[in-house]
């Protein structure tokens, strides 16, 4: 069964997965058996199952797969970085994820999620990553505690230089953190979280998000207005554009419908102001309007949501396992393969829900029978 499992699971992975191996030297080194198929399979006890080092090398001679010890494995899954990256950008562009530059621009999504390791008494941790497109190349990883100052989701966790263009959800939506952005040379594209940003217009006034929503009624429409962002102590201000489209009738009411169960279960009442919202997805940017119009602006906040979908399945994954965290290298490695483990399993989820279950030949055809 687990010989099937894996043959069905193999199917699914890239064409020259076994070619990457050699070629990214994952392989290189090991004393016995260099076959890719046994090392992915002992790096997915570790990575995808969450066990420790120490038990995946364990359960690894257990099943002939490697015998190596917990220090070994670790090393091999530094050597299994670029392996692991390389399998990556291979499944985002299986998914049709757009991975083509405009003008050469790299651009730098931004996003965190939590870690509590495994056991009753498991550290909870923070991870801080940034994946730049289209290649994919994983180019900042820091871990922080999830309590205390300096531990939130922040664009100043990460280290900012002139001409980034960086893409990143509400979650990064404060004055502050534009500010720490723009002052550094760079350019943002940010979800917009209204309650948390302050927006003025040219003439200083507060700038009225929902009356100008309002005014883009049809389902993909877009609009651009002008605004000002002040600084935290209200000294300067950031120009930049927010875009706005609305949302289709179903997406409009999956929307409304969780922030529904979400207020009910809390207890609190939705406002109107809320709900109007959320017929948008709105940004708020710096790119330059010269080079990006504001579909584009949207399209390229669209990557960072395709993209997003993959991190989502990689925040549920990334709890199962334990977190390398003093070592920058086997972080990234590390990262590289939970992200490699989700897009594995949204494949492995397309795929079962896609065909009817497999039976064997022994079994009567169904259509057959009722043809005849």
Request: proline share 4%.
């Amino acid at each position: 069964m687990m010989d099937e499992d894996w043959a069905v699971l193999t199917s699914l992975l890239p064409a020259t997965w076994q070619e990457l191996a050699v070629g990214t030297d994952a392989v290189k080194g090991l004393r016995k058996d260099k076959s890719p198929e046994s090392l992915l399979r002992t790096l997915l006890i570790h990575l995808a199952c969450g066990y420790s080092l120490r038990e995946t090398a364990v359960r690894a001679r257990e099943a002939n797969l490697a015998d190596m010890s917990d220090v070994a494995l670790l090393k091999r899954l530094r050597k299994s970085s670029d392996w692991l990256h390389c399998l990556c950008v291979s499944l985002f562009k299986e998914r049709g994820v757009l991975l083509g530059a405009q003008g050469g621009i790299q651009f730098r999504l931004f996003d965190a999620t939590d870690v509590k390791e495994p056991g009753k008494t498991g550290s909870l941790w923070r991870i801080h990553y940034g994946v730049r497109v289209p290649s994919l190349a994983c180019d900042f990883f820091r871990v922080t505690e999830t309590k205390g100052q300096g531990t939130g989701e922040s664009f100043s966790q990460f280290p900012v230089e002139a001409g980034d263009h960086i893409i990143a959800d509400r979650g990064y939506c404060t004055a502050g953190g534009i500010h720490y952005v723009t002052s550094s040379g760079a350019f943002l594209c940010v979800r917009v979280n209204s309650q948390a940003l302050p927006m003025k217009t040219s003439t200083g006034e507060e700038f009225e998000l929902i009356p100008h929503l309002r005014t883009v009624t049809a389902s993909g429409a877009t609009a651009a207005w002008q605004v000002l962002i002040p600084g935290p102590n209200g000294s300067g201000a950031v120009a930049g554009r927010l875009c706005a489209i609305r949302k289709d009738k179903e997406a409009i009411r999956r929307t409304q419908k969780k922030l529904r169960r979400k207020a009910s279960r809390k207890g609190q009442e939705l406002q109107p102001e809320t709900l109007i919202a959320a017929e948008y997805v709105v940004v708020f940017t710096t790119f330059p309007e010269t080079a990006f119009s504001t579909a584009e602006v949207l399209e390229w906040y669209r990557v960072r949501w395709q993209v997003e979908l993959v991190f989502k399945r990689f925040k549920q994954i990334a709890r199962l396992g334990h977190l390398p965290k003093h070592d920058e290298a086997s972080a990234r490695a590390w990262l590289y393969g939970k992200l490699f483990v989700a897009l594995l399993t949204e494949k492995v989820i397309a795929y079962a829900t896609a065909l009817s279950p497999w039976r064997s030949d022994s079994e009567p055809d169904p259509v057959e029978e009722c043809m005849a």
